[in-house]
């Protein structure tokens, strides 16, 4: 478990903000030595407290629409049929670009964000891709409109 | 409207799985000149096609359970109160640092994603700060479990 102190914390929040500030612009914004700040930071990267460096694209790229899809199976008599039919559905729809995440909901669930050019596609996407499923017991699908928190998530998640 | 070709999409790639690697090893691993690549990513900074780099954090600071909650309010007789409530709910989710991300959905809900140490941490939050609140229709919370895609995200908006 890595134990950081606050001057840890501060260099993480400028990087999370901004991960192209160099080393001496770090330094001069928190008041320190540039070879602390690189030797926290190369710290930081062996410990895998950064695990990686990414982008967040702008909003050309980005989905316009977006949804939380929420799908639960039947429980069936054979316990094994059901864990490999999530687990086919779950590969299916990561395949596909505008499914931004997916994951296991419990034993029985799957959660998925789904992006689309507007809310009819990402309601037709639904219609036609998860509802004609066979043995599903919910499929319900909640709009993901403003952000108050958490925005960056789609130009993180976003396919190219 | 951004158009990109297959040079820009092999570049944000690239960036989106290291966002450290240098022009001259991107022009490298993609056989062209660095003075291109240095000119592509220029252009794709200026037309905000990259927004802006980040850091994902690793798992000893990510959150060990996760679930999506969803919030109906109840529709009252007055419409501005209803639009009101919601918005004075979201920006007091958005405050918590468990809340990970938070958005309005629809004209009557929320969708929010929780963190916590386990999942019966995710679960108490959710009884002892949402479910109290007065006026809601409808509160439900799907577990998120093992991502088959999107894993990211909670590296991405976890807080430090």
Redesign the interface.
């Known amino acids: 478990?890595?134990q950081?102190d606050d001057l840890d914390?501060a260099i993480?929040?400028l990087?999370?903000?901004?991960?192209?500030l160099t080393i001496s612009e770090i330094a001069e914004r928190l008041g320190r030595p540039e070879s602390t700040i690189h030797f926290r930071i190369k710290k930081l990267q062996e410990?895998?407290?950064?695990?990686?460096?990414?982008?967040?694209?702008?909003?050309?790229?980005r989905p316009k629409a977006l949804g939380?899809l929420?799908i639960q199976a039947r429980t069936p008599v054979i316990e094994d049929f059901l864990q490999k039919y999530i687990a086919h559905i779950?590969?299916t729809?990561?395949m596909l670009p505008n499914?931004?995440?997916?994951?296991?909901?419990?034993g029985d669930?799957i959660?998925a964000?789904i992006g689309g050019d507007n809310w009819e596609k990402v309601q037709d996407f639904v219609k036609e891709t998860v509802e004609v499923l066979p043995g599903l017991e919910r499929v319900e699908l909640?709009?993901?409109?403003?952000?108050?928190?958490?925005?960056?998530?789609v130009?993180?998640?976003v396919d190219?």
């Open positions: 478990m890595a950081l914390r993480l929040r990087l999370k903000e901004d991960a192209r410990k895998n407290v950064i695990e990686r460096y990414t982008i967040v694209l702008g909003k050309d790229l939380i929420y779950v590969k729809l990561a499914v931004l995440m997916v994951a296991r909901s419990g669930g959660i964000l909640f709009p993901v409109d403003s952000f108050e928190k958490g925005a960056g998530i130009g993180f998640l190219v």
